[in-house]
């Protein structure tokens, strides 16, 4: 039946609209290597990463994804998360070391998504966190297992989305890393109260005093012990979605490897 669907309406790319594929290869080549980002309320909390800024062809795949209704985005930018997963360093969680300022990322010039690297797409080793560590990290590729947290979203929000658009995301990003012999657990371990306000407009300090205890654990979600967590959102703005689910995971006895985004504003 996909196959009927796709001769009678074919699919369109979400950001240039070329025939074929709901994201073409052309658009796909947004997501970069994942660069380090730094906002106030990680800084010294926990790494967090970004394949683009937010901006361009990654916010009109965003913006499909999340707000359009394009849920068929979904594997093209799960692929995109799993191929930065695969490389990202995860041997350190907490501190960042010599962080460099708001948006700017490591080995890049100042512009995120520049040349030298953190994490990259294909052409790395096929070992999680087996590159750029910084010098005395140890590796993430220990277990060849993960454990991906999604961001968790407003129920109102999900049920106009057609369920939690992120763990959808973290759904597909793990189907991809189990291909690869790499045991993945997604954990919805995090819930947003109804209560919560959209945080679209909303500044550093109103975002963490929305979230302040409305940003729960999940028993039902509970992630494995041992095993590298990494926390997916899909956009890092001020900061304080990324440490508050850090935070809320860490009360639970648990320790973030990293944060990794599609998206960093800014």
Known sequence: MKRLLDLLIPSRCAACGARGAPCCAKCEGVWGAAREVVRGPTAGLVRVFALARYRGVGRKLLIAYKERGRRDLAPSLGRALAEALVVLPLGAGGATGGALPAGVSAGSGGALGGPGASAGRGG?????GAVMARPGERSGDLTRAICLVPAPSRP?????RGGPHVERLANAAASVLAARGIAVTVAPALELAGAARD?????????????AGRLTFREAGRPPP???IVVLDDVVTTGATAAACTRVLTAEGFTIAAVLTLLAAG
Do not use: K, W
Request: net charge positive; glycine share 20%; no cysteine.
């Open 124 to 128: 790395g080793p096929a070992g999680l």
């Open 156 to 160: 109102s929000a999900a049920r106009v």
């Open 199 to 211: 945080a679209v407009g909303l500044g550093r300090e109103q975002r963490i005093t929305n979230l």
């Open 226 to 228: 041992g095993v590298p």
